[in-house]
């Protein structure tokens, strides 16, 4: 699954040298959660840093009319739990499995001693850490400015350049919806505007995007402001 408001974010096994993957993995406790089960709840305290080996996650808090409303979901090679080793804070948000997901758990104390021994770890948390809240700021300046048209285009086409697949994004309507805030009806006019333009095919649980370029084009040609160009 492509990720979906973390699509601008790295991955954090990405930028770590073999080395030092499997001296964290070495000192994780390998945990695998069934689809829909609860990783950990909003309010925990337990402090760690977690990486999906496989599989997402699905970060989500209940809405006031009870419904869960998604913030983001994460793949393989991510990581979380930061805030609890270095600012003390709780847990933000409830941690869903998506679909079947290994997750490798790495106490406080583990990850201390290889963090204080390893700066390459510090140099590439610092890295995935400040990617993930560009794109959170990117995209809720979107949320201030954009249409919702071009807001979901424009998260469409970034989760295409994430995804395995080339050309098709496996996500279904309701996570953009809860992604962007909006209904599922007010995204599903959005999404039939984008079908109407000939830029995206609505399919089960899947997006196909007909042309990548068209696609960026599109949204472009749409942006108020010239848009950043993110490093490499």
């Known amino acids: 699954?492509?990720?979906?408001?973390?699509?601008?974010?790295?991955?954090?096994?990405?930028?770590?040298?073999?080395?030092i993957a499997a001296r964290l993995s070495a000192a994780a406790s390998v945990v695998e959660y069934d689809d829909g089960e609860t990783i950990h709840s909003r309010g925990d305290v337990k402090p760690g840093l977690s990486i999906i080996r496989s599989g997402a996650v699905r970060f989500a808090n209940p809405g006031a009319d009870g419904s869960y409303v998604t913030t983001s979901v994460l793949g393989e090679g991510h990581c979380f739990g930061e805030a609890t080793l270095f600012a003390r804070l709780?847990?933000?948000?409830?941690?869903?499995?998506?679909?079947?997901?290994?997750?490798?758990?790495?106490?406080?104390?583990?990850?201390?001693r290889?963090?204080?021994?390893?700066?390459?770890?510090?140099?590439?948390?610092?890295?995935?850490?400040?990617?993930?809240?560009?794109?959170?700021?990117?995209?809720l300046e979107d949320i201030r400015r954009l249409p919702l048209d071009i807001r979901t285009a424009k998260l469409i086409a970034g989760?295409?350049?994430?995804a395995r697949q080339e050309g098709a994004v496996e996500c279904s309507q309701s996570d953009l919806a809860f992604t962007l805030g909006v209904?599922?009806?007010?995204?599903?006019?959005?999404?039939?505007r984008l079908q109407d333009e000939g830029l995206i095919t609505l399919g089960y649980g899947r997006i196909a995007v007909q042309d990548r370029k068209s696609l960026h084009d599109w949204v472009a040609a749409r942006l108020p402001v010239e848009p950043l160009m993110r490093g490499e």
């Open 183 to 192: 209904s599922r009806v007010s995204i599903g006019k959005a999404l039939a």
């Open 1 to 19: 699954m492509a990720d979906l408001l973390d699509f601008g974010s790295t991955p954090l096994l990405s930028l770590l040298p073999a080395a």
């Open 159 to 162: 989760m295409e350049q994430s």
């Open 114 to 139: 290889i963090f204080n021994e390893e700066s390459d770890l510090a140099r590439a948390l610092v890295i995935a850490v400040t990617r993930r809240l560009y794109s959170v700021l990117d995209f």
């Open 90 to 112: 709780p847990r933000a948000y409830d941690a869903i499995a998506v679909g079947e997901t290994v997750i490798e758990q790495i106490a406080k104390p583990r990850f201390d």
